[in-house]
């Protein structure tokens, strides 16, 4: 049992809870799980099968691959965003049995600079092997499927909204794949998925002559839980190649603290803490894929995607152990229930995406590909939040192979990601009932991104 000794700061909690989880809203997936198939915009996906990173994108491709095959490598993001205030301000209102104040303030505050790091790296590792004569693969895959790290300037006019945010995902997935006939293959696994979240915001003072500083909100949790894959794999006499794959969903229970520090200028006035847990569920998604050869050098590549993100509808925390309010001969304990003790909807909608690819074997050592795509933001227009700048994405992208020897490729890729700006007008409770504090976070998003991948591929 977990005592916090300041009462009033169960509200400011519970309204800090409120802020902060739409760090987990937006488009935090990461597409970037193979070097190679950046080259061409994923396009190849769960048709392709010609390297290890089938495994994350199809396992029955392991078919494809002769004896034990090894793929390291990473990307590199290089992420330019930018927030433009368009009149954002604070709302107290302030009742009595005969009269109703009303104060609204402008929020003053810098755009919060790029909150990107310089580089952002999304490192991958797989392995394939075909086990003996036997019609059977085995394969192991490491990878970061999700994932945000945001962090604004100090002064940032959405810090309301978000200051600092972390999601990180480590996703192992051990797999098997199974060659049915000459035909047709079939594959899955098993996804080891843990993920870990921090995320931080200011929150206002409902009493700006008592406590005139912001106080900061900080919400953090981590959690280890299971999904699944399984995909199909048919060629064709010619060459051409179909694939289907399925990657389920997965439910974390994400458990640790919320926090709340409250301020007068630098100076750290008090605490208060709550042990919460909060689910997080993250989407499945169905690809189906093409690989179709145009002629002896070249293959045309396509692949449509689809994300069931419509299950995201909001982010509930709850209670994860009883907390003492206010001690002595009678305390009175806050108790974990079915009823969350906070909710913030976000009604996301399901989304896809569709990509073509085209790659061209130039000789013996080198190949060219290059590709497009096309994926929809599932964040709500209404719901949109400074934690994830998100908009539709148009992406470009070209690569490279080069065989070094019989053993060993080196694959190298460049994309660039056109971001469709975004417009948020969004109002939060913050604090009440009385005064009953609202933020009216009012902003344009824009940005783009810049990726450089490499890997290197080892066949034994």
Do not use: C
């Amino acid at each position: 049992m977990k005592t916090i000794r300041i009462a009033s700061g169960i509200s400011a909690l519970i309204m800090g809870l409120l802020a902060s989880p739409s760090a987990l809203a937006g488009g935090f997936m990461l597409q970037e799980q193979s070097q190679v198939e950046i080259g061409r915009a994923f396009s190849g996906a769960a048709a392709s099968a010609d390297d290890p990173s089938t495994i994350f994108y199809n396992p029955a491709g392991m078919t494809e691959l002769d004896g034990v095959q090894i793929s390291t490598g990473a990307t590199l993001l290089f992420i330019d965003s930018k927030q433009q205030d368009l009149g954002s301000d604070i709302t107290r209102v302030t009742s009595g049995p005969l009269f109703s104040l009303t104060n609204v303030q402008p929020i003053i505050g810098n755009n919060g600079g790029n909150p990107f790091k310089p580089v952002v790296p999304v490192p991958t590792t797989y392995i394939s092997a075909h086990i003996g004569k036997s019609r059977l693969w085995l394969g192991l895959g490491v990878s970061a499927p999700f994932g945000l790290k945001l962090d604004y300037a100090p002064g940032f006019f959405g810090r309301y909204d978000s200051l600092n945010s972390k999601l990180l995902t480590i996703d192992v997935q051990p797999s098997v794949g199974y060659r049915l006939s000459d035909a047709v293959s079939i594959g899955g696994g098993l996804n080891v998925q843990y993920a870990d979240a921090k995320l931080t915001n200011a929150l206002p003072s409902s009493n700006l002559i008592l406590t005139p500083s912001d106080s900061l909100s900080e919400l953090s949790g981590d959690d280890i839980s299971l999904g699944w894959n399984a995909g199909v794999l048919v060629k064709l006499k010619n060459g051409t190649r179909f694939g289907l794959h399925y990657r389920s969903g997965i439910t974390h229970q994400l458990k640790g603290e919320s926090k709340v520090s409250v301020f007068s200028g630098a100076t750290l006035l008090g605490s208060s803490s709550l042990p919460v847990r909060a689910p997080l569920r993250l989407p499945d998604s169905i690809t189906a894929s093409l690989s179709l050869p145009l002629d002896a050098k070249t293959r045309f590549m396509a692949t449509g995607r689809y994300y069931n993100w419509s299950r995201f509808k909001d982010i509930s925390v709850y209670l994860s152990e009883p907390v003492t309010l206010v001690t002595g001969p009678t305390p009175i304990v806050l108790s974990p229930s079915s009823q969350p003790v906070a909710v913030k909807e976000f009604d996301y909608r399901d989304s896809w995406s569709l990509s073509f690819g085209i790659e061209h074997t130039l000789s013996e050592k080198l190949s060219v590909r290059a590709g497009g795509m096309f994926d929809r933001t599932p964040t709500n227009p209404a719901l949109l939040s400074t934690r994830v700048p998100d908009g539709d994405r148009s992406w470009l992208t070209m690569g490279v192979s080069y065989k070094l020897s019989e053993h060993m490729t080196l694959n190298a890729s460049y994309a660039h990601v056109f971001i469709d700006k975004q417009v948020m007008n969004r109002t939060d409770i913050v604090s009440g009932p009385n005064p009953l504090t609202t933020v009216t976070t009012h902003s344009q998003a824009s940005g783009n991104v810049d990726m450089i991948a490499t890997s290197v591929t080892a066949r034994f």
